[in-house]
């Protein structure tokens, strides 16, 4: 598909809940690509996408040469959950919410997990909901799995007392200027 195309869908989607969305465009491909960087394909464990949009850390992670059977996406709206189906039929995409994915995951048998890669607007959700997914987040990663999130701000979206609460440690990985708006990469695994 175009990305002219899949701009508009997801700028309409913006324009339908931009908090929801949390971005006015897709991923760039800079981004996508130094996200699915992060992830160290021979390790085993299933890949989680989290918010997939349109496809961009999708496509990049397909790219990096993970197997498509490794991946389950997660995207809770429903226009672009049906536009990432057609894009990648023989991918496992979910049109989900991610304050559930426990059990979500459940369904599809993923128990070891290697990465949580997310672009959920974790920033904009009403603090019970971003809890509720970075408890699950930071659960399915047990001891071996990491979690890799952007975000706009200098700060570590996930904050000190969460990281804390779940002995995280995050490091940022990586300033990407080539996003709009320019984005960092933050890795979080147990410390
Ligand atoms: C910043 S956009 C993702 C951009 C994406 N990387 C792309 O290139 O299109 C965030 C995405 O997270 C999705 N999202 C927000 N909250 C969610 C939730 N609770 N569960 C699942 N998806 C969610 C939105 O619908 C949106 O598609």
Known sequence: MMAS???????????RSPLKIGAFLPSSRSLARAMAAEVDIEK??????????????????????????????????????????AQFPHLNV????????????????????????????????????????????ATLIGDDGILIQFTYGPKSPISRSQMHKYQLQGKRMKLVM????????????RG
Request: proline share 6%; with cysteine; glycine share 6%.
């Open 5 to 15: 195309r899949k701009s508009h869908h997801f700028i309409a989607a913006w324009m």
């Open 44 to 85: 085993p464990g299933a890949i989680i996408e989290l918010g997939a949009g349109t496809g961009a850390v999708t496509h990049a992670l397909l790219q990096a040469g993970i197997a498509p059977e490794r991946l389950v996406v997660i995207e809770r709206d429903e226009r672009l959950h049906a536009l990432m189906s």
């Open 94 to 137: 979910l049109c989900a919410d991610a304050a559930h994915m426990d059990t979500v995951l459940d369904a599809t048998g993923a128990t070891q997990i290697n990465a949580i890669v997310s672009s959920l607007p974790l920033l904009s959700m009403p603090r019970p909901v971003r809890q509720a997914i970075e408890h699950h987040m």
């Open 178 to 189: 080539a996003n709009v708006p320019p984005a960092h990469v933050w890795v979080y695994r």
